[in-house]
């Protein structure tokens, strides 16, 4: 079932023993459109603190519930390490992260990473084939296997004008500089919907739900 991301940031989690804050922010991978993270501001609990859950660890997320449970503990979420919310992730951080809860690296290599902040790419530009055509506005990530398989486009004026999907087999490339998503689609076939705009998700090897 595919999710609307933007509806789930502020959605409670809860621990196995305790709530321990809400959802902010969500990191996925460009290169395949995998969630990686989740961002959580643990609010009162622990001021001031931001850490990252990762898809393995959390329960099916069910639309009717505010509170998502997560397989952790708080005292595991608590000694975890917490992230800058001014500096991007690091590869260093990444390893440091999984070794601590245990979890074996989703990447092949040394690399640098290719994590993307959701919140972040919301409002960037849609570049076709031929023009601008609109912004996104939202992600559709499939429940099952945390992956984005849809880009939700506002096209037209920015307040008056229509929402489509598009697929995210259909980007070319991601322009940080420029905010701009590039995608191989025509301004008419991503305004009408006549183009290929079907919902095709990735499969991501690495992921295994716990």
Not at 168 to 196: Q, W
Request: with cysteine; hydrophobic share 35%.
């Amino acid at each position: 079932m595919l999710r609307s991301i933007k509806q789930l940031y502020g959605d409670r989690l809860g621990a196995s023993d305790g709530e321990i804050g809400h959802i902010t922010d969500f990191y996925f991978d460009e290169q395949n459109w995998a969630i990686r993270y989740l961002v959580v501001d643990t609010g009162s609990w622990l001021p001031g603190r931001r850490v990252l859950i990762v898809p393995h660890a959390m329960g099916r997320l069910d639309q009717a519930e505010k509170i998502q449970r997560v397989n952790l503990t708080r005292i595991q979420i608590e000694k975890s390490p917490s992230i800058k919310s001014h500096k991007p992730v690091s590869r260093e951080f990444e390893a440091e992260y999984c070794q601590y809860f245990g979890w074996p690296y989703y990447w092949q290599d040394d690399a640098d990473n290719h994590l993307r902040r959701t919140q972040a790419v919301v409002g960037y530009h849609l570049q076709a084939t031929d023009g601008i055509v609109g912004y996104v506005c939202d992600f559709m990530m499939d429940a099952e296997n945390w992956t984005i398989g849809q880009l939700a486009v506002k096209t037209g004026h920015r307040f008056s004008g229509k929402e489509v999907l598009v697929s995210t087999t259909k980007v070319d490339r991601i322009s940080y500089a420029d905010s701009t998503v590039f995608v191989k689609l025509t301004m008419e076939a991503i305004d009408n919907g006549t183009g290929d705009l079907a919902p095709v998700l990735a499969t991501d090897p690495s992921f295994t739900k716990a």
